[in-house]
């Protein structure tokens, strides 16, 4: 039987021959990150520091090419060939939430720019492991706990009673979920859009939605000591302001920088709440770009560009990342190459999910 070595925690696992690395990790409690268990989020990613594995079927989003080259893998995509030998990625910050089945129920909706809206949640019932929330309330698990950064499967009915579920990062703090039950997410509507396009028809104030959840290793690391860049695209902005505002309520006297950037001036938002925080934290600063047309006082180009502008020595550093997946990868990329560590880059990429994956979800949804 092959044996599944990581001598950082003193381990020697037993595995079956072409077993799921993942799986075998979850089976002895290591304590990994996992979400999607598809090869696409890329929170199961671990070093390779001996033998082999048999690695496909995962987005290169998930793995770009340079981790690749430096040995990591992700476990969800890995098939055991032989004896391996494994180091973890930030071991000395994991942090795990259990995983929660709830019902919440939607407070508001508004709309921060056009076609770009925050939905705030309130928490009404712990579903339970089965997810049928029989007898159950919104008590029943304790208080809701994310780090933040990290996203929640969100479930909705459209006008046929069909349950269509999409992943989505939080906005708000851990600190309102777990005191006052409340959760926000910034969704852009698209028409072609399964769960957006239900904003403001079937999603609206007083509908009831289901939420798993947290998932993700994108998350805000406490312990870090040196300046931390949030890169954000878009509605990347919502867990990007979550994880700054974390690190300046935590107490983080190193350099706070977020960079939010945008397509067109219309789609801006959020700048109140980024000046409310640079007024009252001197350590943050931040820089809204604009890509198409940036009108005087706002600077114009990619996101990614200005960071790199801006900043020459990344050391020490920590960069967080939400957006859409050319973005992310492309920074990511960038980063690996001016000599930043993959343990210091934190990213989630989003992709549409697979047709398979979706009738799955129907499917079961159905039947509960």
């Not at 987005?59 to 770009?64: I, M, S």
């Not at 973890?88 to 508001?108: K, N």
């Not at 904003?199 to 104030?205: C, N, P, Q, S």
Request: glycine share 12%.
């Amino acid at each position: 039987m092959p044996t599944v070595s990581i001598p950082a925690l003193g381990l020697q696992l037993q595995a079956e021959a072409d077993e799921n690395l993942l799986k075998v990790l979850r089976r002895h409690r290591v304590p990994i990150g996992w979400s999607c268990k598809r090869g696409e989020c890329g929170s199961c990613k671990c070093v390779l520091e001996r033998g082999e594995v048999d690695l496909q079927g995962y987005q290169p989003g998930a793995l770009p090419a340079s981790q690749r080259e430096q040995g990591i893998i992700l476990a969800c995509s890995s098939r055991i060939v032989g004896d391996v030998q494994l180091g973890l990625v930030d071991t000395d910050d994991y942090i795990e939430h259990p995983i929660r089945s709830l019902a919440c129920r939607v407070l508001w909706l508004r709309e921060l720019a056009p076609e770009v809206f925050a939905l705030r949640l309130r928490i009404v019932a712990d579903l339970g492991e089965g997810g049928d929330g029989a007898g159950a309330d919104a008590a029943a698990g304790g208080p809701f706990l994310f780090s933040a950064g990290q996203y929640a499967h969100l479930r909705a009915r459209d006008a046929r009673g069909e349950w269509i579920g999409r992943d989505f990062s939080m906005a708000g703090t851990p600190v309102e979920a777990e005191y006052d039950g409340e959760l926000e997410f910034h969704i852009r509507r698209t028409p072609s859009g399964s769960f957006s396009g239900l904003l403001g028809e079937a999603i609206v104030a007083g509908t009831e939605l289901r939420l798993e959840g947290p998932m993700g290793r994108a998350y805000f690391r406490p312990r870090h000591e040196g300046p931390l860049y949030a890169v954000a695209a878009g509605t990347g902005l919502g867990p990007m302001l979550s994880v700054v505002q974390t690190a300046l309520d935590n107490g983080k006297t190193d350099p706070v920088v977020l960079y939010a950037g945008f397509r067109s001036v219309s789609e801006v938002y959020g700048v109140d709440r980024m000046e409310e925080l640079a007024r009252r934290h001197a350590q943050f600063r931040a820089h809204v770009v604009v890509e198409f047309d940036a009108p005087g006082g706002l600077r114009g180009g990619r996101v990614g560009d200005a960071l790199f502008a801006d900043v020459k020595d990344f050391r020490d550093a920590k960069v967080y990342l939400a957006g859409s997946p050319a973005m992310v990868e492309a920074v990511s990329a960038e980063l690996l190459t001016r000599g930043l560590a993959s343990r210091d880059v934190h990213a989630d990429a989003f992709y549409a999910p697979a047709p398979e994956a979706i009738h799955a979800a129907r499917a079961g949804a159905a039947k509960g």
